[in-house]
DNA sequence: AATGAATGAGAATTCATTCAT
DNA sequence: CATGAATGAATTCTCATTCAT
């Protein structure tokens, strides 16, 4: 009495959306056609339009609902001292946002080439940026400043390279985590220190 | 001697191959048309198809020239002892690698959606799991898996993302390969230690 | 009342499959390039595709609607007994649907090495046997095989070759039936009397 | 010492044609590319451009050597008187003639709607009506023009068809003629009767 | 007697997009 | 809220043919 028919009614953007990510992050934007998109939710394509007005709308709107909590952590983090702790606490959150966008990011990271010429190519740079410059203090040695990058990196692509590899995904995070938090520390250590 | 004339007559697969990984890098490899490479070399799109069977021919093509160093190192690091001296080799061998073949490598970390279909995929990835599984250590605490797969992508990502930082490339690089040296040896001595 | 102007809308996708057969059985199917399609009809090559997944489907689709009656004759033969009265008819019959799809037959006779490579060649192989195997009775003599399939052949080429011989063409094809039936009349007979 | 080295020196040109006959009959003349037939032989295309000016003179080299037998048995028969011994003479002759160059008539019969644009297409036709001419007579009843049609048709497809029936090849032949001379006779005696 | 390198024309097919209904 | 029908532009690829060497 609910499994199929129920589920319709105003949420066809989101629906979209859904199959939208799911099939870009499988096969790339570039190969995902609208036609494909719109056989899977069995609608038209022109459908589609009624929801976007072009295809990469679509891919702006997810991108848009789904990074809304990088946004905000990376306005937050503007705001703060730049004490280790708040290094801490960004990685954290940040892991915690890319964990719970993961399809996206991961869709973010395999098609890079892609987005730079998309307009999400430079909000996306933008809040990277933004997160960069607060972990990394440029007047430190240039170690310190790869160590800061690379901690945002492991965080990155930690969990996507570490999917073949044994352990609870959780346990994973935990990792991936504690690396990240442990080159921002020596990173933090280092430019205090010289 | 050899300036702009001489070449000409029989170097045209080189150069094929030369505009391609160019246009590819800069654009992506789906976004890359064959009329623009040909264009740009002042050809007919007919004349790719003597020299290579099909587009993915000359994406394989070029990977297969410029990796062969990636290749030949996994080689000879399959039959190493798996010391720490071994490792830092490694790390000091790949990072040559990459830098000297970077325009493919930025490529093949920016397209990584599409590559995921075409041939080169899976020889890339086993070269790349070839050499993790050399540097890893499966008995290792997860962190120390996290650290010697960190260390890999530092030296990976590394590059590309510190070209809007201040610094000699050269610098920038043994930056990079230290961070990278630093994670692996951290990674080595707790496998050791537990 | 409905002669020029009422049909379009709708109707495409039968006007698509008119001229098709009309340019295949003039020039072949090979020789018969979408673009020549669409332009005598007024519409985008891309149209076409609307209509129809590929070349060959709209082929198929001609093949389909025209051949029925002779799908049918072929399953109403089957359950017959395998008099000669039955064997008239199925004659006469299979000259009546040769002639209302005349065009068609035509075609599938002058492009047979091209229809062999297609879906449609297994499609009507297997109807053409399958009245073969009804006529012919494998026990007679070869001469009265040879003559069953000849009886066939004289009403698939006979309208063809008799094309530039003077005479009306209802007078031919009863002409072309008469011989057809002489032939099966005479195989039949053999192979009682043997 | 004689296996593939040897039966080179000068006869490439007969091997051209040989393999061309071949592809040629198996997938049709348009779906056979030069490259395949260069392929095949182990030579390149621009080989066969020294040997044959066109593509179609390839075909038309090969039509012109294998239907002299053809050409000179219509050429005789125009000077034989129409008596039916003539018209069986020409029959037995005219099936050894398409049974010692099966292939190419093969491929005339499943190509024709390609080799009616080929220069081929006329003097094959040209050939064919001559032949058809001295069988028939014009003032006879249709049915024996028809008989007269057929008996041609039974020889020319005759083979073919009954390729998937049991029986030795020679038997076949000697009963396909059977039935072709069976069929001009008829026609012969009713035209007299009449 | 043949090759290597290339061309020009054209093929089938796919795609994002539009719009009247 | 959505469909059916269509378009224009592009894409990959194939082919017969040419010509200097």
Redesign the pocket.
């Known amino acids: 009495m609910d499994g199929t028919k129920q589920r319709?009614?105003?949420d066809?953007?989101q629906r979209i959306q859904d199959v939208a990510l799911e099939l870009f992050a499988e096969q790339g934007?570039?190969?995902?056609?609208?036609?494909?998109?719109?056989e899977r939710l069995?609608?038209?394509?022109?459908?589609?339009?009624?929801?976007?007005?072009?295809?990469?709308?679509?891919l702006v709107s997810i991108f848009e609902d789904l990074t809304r909590p990088v946004e905000e952590l990376v306005e937050w983090a503007r705001q703060q001292p730049r004490t280790l702790e708040t290094k801490h606490e960004i990685l954290r959150r940040y892991s915690e946002a890319l964990s719970a966008a993961a399809p996206l990011f991961r869709f973010m990271q395999e098609n890079q080439a892609t987005i730079r010429e998309l307009s999400i190519g430079d909000m996306f740079k933008n809040r990277l940026m933004g997160l960069r410059d607060i972990l990394l203090d440029p007047e430190a040695e240039l170690v310190d400043q790869v160590r800061s990058v690379s901690a945002l990196f492991t965080l990155h692509a930690g969990m996507h390279v570490l999917q073949d590899v044994e352990g609870d995904p959780g346990d994973k995070r935990k990792a991936v985590l504690e690396v990240a938090t442990d080159l921002i520390t020596q990173a933090h250590r280092g430019a205090q220190g010289s």
């Open positions: 319709r009614r105003g066809t953007r934007y570039e190969k995902t056609s609208l036609r494909e998109i719109a069995g609608v038209t394509k022109a459908a589609l339009y009624y929801h976007f007005k072009t295809k990469e709308e679509i």
